[in-house]
């Protein structure tokens, strides 16, 4: 069984920066798809950013130049690095994998693999 594990998440204020991080035991984040979705309440989940084993990587058009994602594959962990947070960035963050997304990377319907998510408040 895959388990995804997100951390990082909390609140911060706008014009801030948080980093999440997502985990797993159980499947390697290396030469696969992986990614970021988010909730809020009351709206669709939309992707936020995703990252091809090619090392190709996908940016909602909301985030880029503000978001980065990224891999460490000695710790197998997936990095969200959040710069310049707005109060609409305020949603539940959630880590998936894939083990391919080329033709749709920014698709939830790519990713099989799904965390729990992490909350990220932006307040004023």
């Known amino acids: ?4 594990r ?8 706008i014009g801030g920066s948080l980093k999440l991080s997502c985990k797993s035991s159980t499947l390697s ?7 970021w979705f988010r909730q809020s309440p009351g709206t669709e989940r939309e992707a936020v950013a995703s990252l091809q ?7 909602a058009d909301f985030v880029k130049g503000r978001f980065s994602i990224f891999v460490d594959g ?3 962990t997936l990095y969200l690095e959040m710069n310049n947070l707005k109060s609409e960035d305020t949603a539940v963050y959630f880590c998936v994998a894939a083990g391919t997304c080329a033709s749709r990377p920014l698709a939830a319907e790519s990713f099989g ?3 729990h998510g992490t909350q ?3 307040s004023s």
């Open 1 to 4: 069984q895959v388990h995804l």
């Open 6 to 13: 997100e951390s990082g998440g909390g609140t911060v204020q």
């Open 29 to 35: 984040f290396n030469s696969r798809c992986v990614g």
């Open 53 to 59: 084993g090619s090392g190709r990587v996908s940016y």
């Open 74 to 76: 000695a710790e197998n």
């Open 113 to 115: 693999f799904w965390g």
């Open 120 to 122: 990220v408040t932006v």
